[in-house]
């Protein structure tokens, strides 16, 4: 029987390790978590080879014991001992790659260095001579572009050989003392474990290694003796341990590379410099994050996301579309020709009535909607109007926008409204059909309306179908497109490295407010979704500033909340562009206002912590990358409103169809639903949101909804203020802009949704300091949204003097919060 | 009986079709909460960042 191979890839992050595994395993691959911990664990069978087994260890940078990863990864190559370690290299940086490789080529097990991205490297016309490193590592460098799936499989076939041969690598020698004291180490402590194990060790315990002393259990004495070693080591070499070895090995690299690795352009600044010099710029890095943000929601919701959610909210989900546009362009010219026909006549009679004529007759005569219509009565009726008029008569009326509700003051003259009812005779006062231009395609409501018609399917169930699934899931979907948008945008800056930079600037400014840059990461994982946002907060090592990041990264928007704010940009602002930008503002400025205030308290006080990340050089992505990423969140967004949001808007629908009246529990017609059970409860807790504006049993019910997923909030309002009608005007008739925005600013900041507070309460690991993250989230929410209603009150004229005393009260104490001085710095300065 | 099963047979597919849907997603969410994904679906595995997240408590454990 064949002999099983373990093949562990090790290597930097971003070094193209994944890549290279999933194209050595293809998709024989099995994922799981390395024992105890929450680090994922792949493991696959090499193709073509079921004997020869791949582990992808998580990235490290080295084997010190500072990260879980690197933790998990020396665990797994110490105990586990693979037959082979295929040390994946970065060429394009060579030089901290080699770190890790010097360190793995002491644990005695066999290495073979595959240099990756070695397309690159030629491109920008670099030499590596890789039989020249070869010698001087003592083992086995092949040339690889996991990218491009070149050299990878000769590169396993070197890996099998080796580990055959189990030839064991040349080792890296340090200077004289430090080879003394290692020497004396391994003679005292480690001779007992097996030859090839014994130097690592020794390294490891001349660098002081926690870990490594005590799985080794050394007794006192022997590690007092030692000590002195290291301490006289310490004396001689003038630094201390750690940094003696860290030192040597970069001068071990610098000399192995001389004269086997060639930079083309060494000294100069590469493309990613430069343009890093403009986009981290100490003045202009803000400015321009803030025009990238602006840019991002601005496209993603204004233009090309709204163009498309149009479609989908109108089309798809509304009456219908024109198949490729067919017939559009001439039924939307016969459709505003009619309309416009109309506001002509209604305001010419406006215009007459409000000089005190009586035109109610010719009124109820051209009303389309009486069932006694009659046209030629209706073309005699206007043109008898019409010959009434003075020649030069002009008429000024009033216009009200259907979706904005906005007044405008129009004037037509006599030839305006001869025109007009010449018009409406040739439509035959019959308003266009879209049906009757191009190709045109039922949208959904309209299908299945259709359907349960011609099943005889209970009014009912009709109902339940058509405007609570329909109309709520409706909503929620129509706002894909937009979502997608997003999605893609965020994918290509993370991928093509601009998100690192973001995270670079942020820093330089969050440092002046106690806070670390990497409280970033996990606001840049939240713009997609909160839960795993939060869950990123594992990556800060301060306790505090790690609490504090869980209680503040729901506040930037997610994808789930992007529908509410494109609704409300929509109905209540027109369709204003500031909105979905200002949204992420708001999240950003929280986040920044809440540090501020926090830190200053003695439960988040604390040591600003150095921030080091690597900016990965900028790079183009992958069309294939981009398009998986956004697919796979986008995919997540649609699979919720097929079940927490079909299931939300099943009940209600129920709860807002059905409620006590007169003649006892029953379904409500649509002019009842003020008496529905959801009427009922939103009214009981709707006073809670009277100061914000939003005091309707609407109002507080989507925001109660919200809190199972955020998409709810525009299912929600779909299905109540549905009921009329079109939501949309529902919605613009019922908020006015200042309790609009205070709406927004609410439900972006409140308490997150349930699968959001369940991630805060498992980081938080602690009932009390969930109780406070949600706390002081709803209470911030609620302290910005009034001061935003009230303040916004002062410019419509209808100002509560309460509210506006409350609000200014409001903002004083949060401007309090703001520059009062740190906690302890008083007691320090008596 | 049957009278009635045939004038009501369109509502009675379609609400059956309806129930076993939501039935359906109820199964899915329960199963879901029990492998320990959340309601929105996003799994740390499907995270860019999974790999820098860590916690040295659950370290000192393995």
């Known amino acids: 029987?064949?002999?099983?191979?373990?093949?562990?890839?090790?290597?930097?992050?971003?070094?193209?390790?994944?890549?290279?595994?999933?194209?050595?395993?293809?998709?024989?691959?099995?994922?799981?978590?390395?024992?105890?911990?929450?680090?994922?664990?792949?493991?696959?069978?090499?193709?073509?080879?079921?004997?020869?087994?791949?582990?992808?260890?998580?990235?490290?940078?080295?084997?010190?014991?500072?990260?879980?990863?690197?933790?998990?990864?020396?665990?797994?190559?110490?105990?586990?001992?693979?037959?082979?370690?295929?040390?994946?290299?970065?060429?394009?940086?060579?030089?901290?790659?080699?770190?890790?490789?010097?360190?793995?080529?002491?644990?005695?097990?066999?290495?073979?260095?595959?240099?990756?991205?070695?397309?690159?490297?030629?491109?920008?016309?670099d030499t590596i001579d890789v039989n020249g490193l070869s010698k001087r590592l003592g083992c086995k460098v092949v040339e690889?572009?996991?990218?491009?799936?070149?050299?990878?499989?000769?590169?396993?076939?070197?890996?099998?050989?080796?580990?055959?041969?189990?030839?064991?690598?040349?080792?890296?020698?340090?200077?004289?003392?430090?080879?003394?004291?290692?020497?004396?180490?391994?003679?005292?402590?480690?001779?007992?474990?097996?030859?090839?194990?014994?130097?690592?060790?020794?390294?490891?315990?001349?660098?002081?290694?926690?870990?490594?002393?005590?799985?080794l259990g050394i007794g006192e004495e022997t590690l007092s003796h030692i000590e002195h070693d290291i301490v006289a080591c310490e004396k001689e070499m003038d630094d201390d341990a750690e940094s003696i070895i860290t030192n040597e090995r970069y001068e071990y690299i610098a000399s192995i590379l001389k004269g086997v690795y060639v930079k083309k352009n060494e000294g100069k600044l590469t493309l990613s410099d430069k343009i890093d010099q403009v986009v981290t710029n100490r003045i202009l890095a803000l400015p321009i994050f803030a025009i990238v943000m602006f840019l991002v929601y601005f496209i993603s919701v204004t233009t090309v996301g709204t163009w498309a959610t149009?479609?989908?909210?109108?089309?798809?989900?509304?009456?219908?579309?024109?198949?490729?546009?067919?017939?559009?362009?001439?039924?939307?010219?016969?459709?505003?020709?009619?309309?416009?026909?109309?506001?002509?006549?209604?305001?010419?009679?406006?215009?007459?009535?409000?000089?005190?004529?009586n035109l109610d007759l010719l009124k109820d005569t051209i009303n389309t909607e009486n069932d006694y219509f009659d046209a030629e009565n209706a073309k005699t009726a206007l043109q008898t109007y019409l010959f009434s008029l003075p020649i030069n008569a002009v008429a000024s009326y009033t216009v009200v926008d259907e979706e904005t509700l906005q007044e405008s003051v129009e004037t037509a003259t006599l030839e305006d409204l001869k025109n007009a009812i010449n018009a409406l005779i040739g439509y035959d006062f019959t308003e266009p059909d879209p049906a009757s231009y191009g190709v045109w395609v039922p949208g959904v409501p309209v299908l299945v309306g259709n359907g349960l018609e011609a099943i005889n399917c209970a009014d009912w169930l009709s109902s339940l179908i058509l405007d609570g699934i329909v109309a709520g899931v409706g909503a929620v979907l129509g706002f894909v497109p937009q979502i997608l948008v997003l999605f893609l945008i965020l994918a290509f800056l993370e991928d093509c490295g601009y998100m690192a930079r973001i995270a670079f600037v942020l820093d330089k400014i969050f440092r002046k407010f106690g806070l670390s840059g990497k409280s970033f990461i996990p606001m840049l994982i939240g713009t997609g979704c909160g839960v795993p946002g939060i869950m990123a907060s594992r990556t800060i090592e301060n306790d505090k500033d790690r609490k504090m990041a869980i209680i503040t990264t729901t506040f930037i928007p997610c994808g789930a909340k992007l529908p509410f704010i494109a609704l409300i940009a929509g109905a209540v602002f027109g369709g204003a562009w500031w909105?979905?930008?200002?949204?992420?503002?708001?999240?950003?400025?929280?986040?920044?206002?809440?540090?501020?205030?926090?830190?200053?308290?003695?439960?988040?006080?604390?040591?600003?912590t150095p921030f080091v990340m690597e900016l990965p050089a900028y790079h183009m992505p992958t069309f294939k990358n981009l398009m998986h990423t956004t697919w796979e969140r986008g995919w997540s967004f649609i699979k919720k409103a097929g079940t927490i949001i079909l299931l939300s808007t099943v009940i209600i629908w129920f709860l807002t169809y059905f409620g006590f009246t007169d003649t006892g529990f029953r379904m409500l017609a649509e002019d009842e639903v003020d008496k529905s059970l959801l009427a009922v409860v939103g009214g009981f807790i709707s006073w809670i949101f009277a100061p914000l504006g939003f005091g309707t049993w609407q109002g507080a019910v989507a925001t109660i909804t919200g809190l199972v997923a955020k998409e709810n909030i525009v299912g929600t309002l779909g299905v109540v203020y549905g009921v009329?009608?079109?939501?949309?005007?529902?919605?613009?008739?019922?908020?006015?802009?200042?309790?609009?925005?205070?709406?927004?600013?609410?439900?972006?900041?409140?308490?997150?949704?349930?699968?959001?507070?369940?991630?805060?309460?498992?980081?938080?690991?602690?009932?009390?300091?969930?109780?406070?993250?949600?706390?002081?989230?709803?209470?911030?929410?609620?302290?910005?949204?009034?001061?935003?209603?009230?303040?916004?009150?002062?410019?419509?004229?209808?100002?509560?003097?309460?509210?506006?005393?409350?609000?200014?009260?409001?903002?004083?104490?949060?401007?309090?919060?703001?520059?009062?001085?740190?906690?302890?710095?008083?007691?320090?300065?008596? | 009986m049957f009278e009635w099963i045939v004038q009501n047979l369109g509502t009675i597919i379609v609400a059956t079709v309806l129930i076993a849907v939501i039935a359906l997603i109820i199964v899915c969410r329960i199963r879901a909460k029990k492998r320990g994904e959340s309601s929105c679906g996003c799994k740390c595995s499907e995270c860019g960042s999974c790999t820098a997240c860590h916690n040295k408590n659950k370290v000192d454990k393995s």
């Open chain 1, 1 to 125: 029987m064949e002999d099983k191979i373990s093949i562990a890839l090790a290597g930097n992050p971003n070094s193209g390790k994944t890549t290279l595994f999933n194209a050595l395993t293809g998709s024989n691959q099995y994922v799981g978590n390395w024992p105890g911990v929450t680090v994922e664990k792949k493991e696959g069978a090499l193709k073509n080879e079921e004997s020869v087994t791949v582990t992808d260890l998580p990235g490290i940078y080295s084997l010190s014991p500072y990260t879980l990863e690197e933790v998990v990864a020396r665990n797994y190559l110490i105990d586990e001992r693979p037959s082979v370690i295929l040390n994946i290299v970065d060429g394009t940086n060579i030089e901290r790659n080699l770190y890790l490789t010097t360190q793995l080529i002491e644990i005695g097990i066999p290495v073979v260095v595959a240099i990756n991205m070695m397309d690159i490297v030629r491109k920008n016309g």
């Open chain 1, 144 to 215: 690889i572009s996991a990218l491009k799936e070149d050299g990878i499989i000769e590169a396993a076939k070197v890996a099998i050989e080796v580990a055959k041969s189990a030839k064991k690598t040349v080792k890296h020698i340090f200077s004289g003392a430090v080879e003394h004291a290692i020497a004396h180490i391994e003679e005292i402590t480690v001779h007992n474990l097996p030859e090839d194990m014994q130097r690592w060790y020794a390294i490891k315990i001349f660098e002081r290694d926690e870990k490594v002393l005590a799985q």
């Open chain 1, 310 to 357: 149009d479609w989908a909210n109108d089309g798809l989900f509304g009456d219908g579309f024109h198949l490729l546009w067919i017939g559009d362009g001439e039924y939307n010219e016969n459709a505003e020709n009619y309309a416009n026909s109309n506001t002509v006549i209604n305001g010419f009679i406006e215009w007459s009535e409000s000089g005190g004529e």
């Open chain 1, 579 to 608: 909105v979905a930008p200002l949204a992420y503002f708001t999240g950003m400025a929280a986040i920044v206002v809440s540090g501020i205030i926090l830190k200053k308290t003695k439960l988040f006080e604390s040591e600003y």
């Open chain 1, 724 to 830: 009329s009608g079109s939501a949309i005007q529902a919605i613009s008739s019922a908020f006015s802009p200042a309790a609009g925005l205070s709406f927004l600013i609410f439900n972006l900041l409140c308490a997150p949704c349930f699968a959001a507070m369940g991630a805060i309460k498992r980081e938080m690991n602690n009932w009390k300091w969930t109780t406070f993250a949600i706390g002081y989230q709803t209470i911030f929410a609620y302290a910005i949204a009034l001061i935003v209603y009230q303040f916004g009150l002062l410019f419509t004229g209808a100002v509560n003097v309460v509210g506006l005393i409350v609000a200014i009260i409001l903002t004083v104490v949060l401007l309090y919060f703001i520059i009062r001085p740190k906690f302890g710095k008083k007691e320090a300065k008596n």
